[in-house]
Each structure stands twice: as structure tokens, then as C-alpha cells.
């Protein structure tokens, strides 16, 4: 399965933005899905991941603001991200257990 995600772009601080992941082939037998992050000169950590039964887990850092959904019939995973703050600006990544791929990621840019 390759994953391409797109939905990134730039909005200001306080802003919306929701970043969708398209799977090639079936997700259904993906047990676990994820969104990370990468910033300039950081190391790329996990922002939230749904399980292939909706059980979700998040980053303290996005709690409350994110909220991340999985439709297993569209082979898609989709990240609603809310409150925007300029720490969110990173390149995002879809990706699924156990977290070793790493397709093409999108940018997200969040200005002050």
C-alpha cells in the first residue's frame, strides 16, 4: 500500500485546515494508521493514530484540537486540524503501523 497525502497549505493562527491521506490499496487490514509531523530541525513525532476498529490516541500537543478519522470503505484517513498555533507548522506524514513508511508528506504553514 502506497499513501499519498495532500490538504496542506498556509492559514493563519487560529485557522483550519484538514489534510487527507489516500491509501492505494485497501486500509482494512491496517491495523493501526497515523499522522506525524516533522519541523525544521526537529525529529518527526507522532501527532495521533486510529486503530482499523476508531480507537484514537493523541499527542498532548494537539489534544482537543485534532481529530483524526478513518473511512476503511474509501481507503482514506483524514486529519482535522483546528486551532492552528505557528508550533503546528511542520511537513505532515500519513503512514501505518509500524510506522516505517514514509511516503511524500505535506507542508503546513501557520503564521502568526
Known amino acids: ?12 493562527a487560529g485557522g483550519s485546515l484538514r489534510l487527507s491521506c489516500a491509501a492505494s490499496g485497501s486500509i482494512v487490514s491496517l491495523a493501526k494508521m497515523g ?14 493514530d ?8 493523541y499527542a498532548d500537543s ?3 484540537r485534532f481529530t483524526v478519522s478513518r473511512d476503511n470503505a474509501k ?7 483546528t ?6 507548522t ?4 500519513c503512514t501505518f503501523w509500524p510506522y516505517t513508511y514514509w511516503g511524500q508528506g505535506t507542508l ?5
Open 1 to 12: 500500500v502506497q499513501l499519498q497525502a495532500s490538504g496542506g497549505g498556509l492559514v493563519q
Open 35 to 48: 499522522w506525524f509531523r516533522q519541523a525544521p530541525g526537529k525529529q518527526r513525532e507522532l501527532v495521533a
Open 50 to 57: 486510529i486503530t482499523r476498529t476508531g480507537n484514537v490516541n
Open 62 to 64: 494537539v489534544k482537543g
Open 75 to 81: 481507503n482514506t484517513v483524514n486529519l482535522q486540524m
Open 83 to 88: 486551532l492552528l498555533k505557528p508550533e503546528d
Open 90 to 93: 511542520a511537513t505532515y506524514y
Open 108 to 112: 503546513v504553514t501557520v503564521s502568526s
